[in-house]
């Protein structure tokens, strides 16, 4: 049986995955802050992790029974979606760079080495995090933090390039959550049967990359 391992998996797009996976009769575990507070399938087993705190991760790490075959990391903060090009509040600029970078790193860090051999780690991150795309300044820290996410996407993916797992960097599209909001077109299983296209297919899309949900490559 294969295991996989949703962090943020208290709603949205992290819950749909955690749905999809144990539909789909694969060892189920789930990452969340506040796990007595959400309604899991029965099977799946919950770790307190809070993305921002390292302590919480570690002791995921050192507490899990089973190799990982998939770590998905859908834990995000947004900020400001409106914000334009001024100076975030100090409070929020660390909210969303440690949860969206600093998290990313140590998850990375700490559960790669749990990971089995021919494992995979999808990051979902964000079109807006790409530079080479970017077409409007809204959202700024929002876009800083997903773009420094891809960057730790693709370090990881050479410091683990010899032994280690592969590592991608998804974007899920504009996905109906508390997120995405209620205009988006897309429903998370849409969007997460996508991903699931792109996890599965490591020789189509190999580490270091960065994709949409439709597999198509986007640009850093
Ligand atoms: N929806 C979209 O259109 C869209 C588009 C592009 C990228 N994305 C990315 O996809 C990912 C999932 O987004 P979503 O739409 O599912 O968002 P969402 O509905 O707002 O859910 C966010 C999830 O992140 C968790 N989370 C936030 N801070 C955390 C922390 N410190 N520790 C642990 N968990 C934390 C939340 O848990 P709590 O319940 O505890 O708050 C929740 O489970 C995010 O990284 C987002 O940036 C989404």
Redesign the pocket.
């Known amino acids: 049986m294969k295991t996989v391992l949703v ?9 749909e995955f955690v749905r999809h996976y144990a539909a789909a009769g694969w060892r189920v575990l789930a ?4 796990p007595a507070s959400t309604d899991l399938p029965a099977a799946v087993t919950s770790y307190p ?4 705190n390292l302590a919480s991760i570690a002791a995921a790490a050192e507490a899990l029974q089973h190799e990982l075959d998939l770590l998905v990391i ?5 900020g400001d979606k409106n914000q334009a090009f001024e100076t975030p509040e100090p409070e929020d600029f660390d909210r969303v760079m440690r ?2 970078v600093l ?1 990313t790193i140590a998850l990375i860090e700490q559960l790669a080495p749990r990971m089995a051999a021919d494992g995979s780690i999808a990051l ?5 995090g790409s530079i080479g795309d970017a077409e409007s300044p809204f959202a700024l820290l929002y876009r800083c933090s ?1 773009a420094a996410a891809n960057m730790a996407v693709k370090c990881a993916a050479k410091a683990f390039a010899d032994a280690g797992p592969r590592i991608v960097a998804l ?5 109906r ?4 909001g209620s205009e ?1 077109p897309l429903l998370p299983p849409e969007s997460i049967a996508g991903m699931r296209r792109v996890i599965d297919d490591a020789g189509a899309f190999p580490s270091g990359g960065f994709y949409n949900y439709l597999g198509e490559p986007l640009p850093w």
Request: aromatic residues 2%; contains cysteine; proline residues 2%.
């Open positions: 962090v943020g998996a208290s709603r949205g797009l992290g819950l990452g969340l802050r506040h992790i809070d993305v921002c859908c834990a995000g903060a947004l949860t969206n998290g979902l991150t964000s079109r807006m997903k974007h899920p599209g504009w996905v959550t508390a997120m995405g988006a």
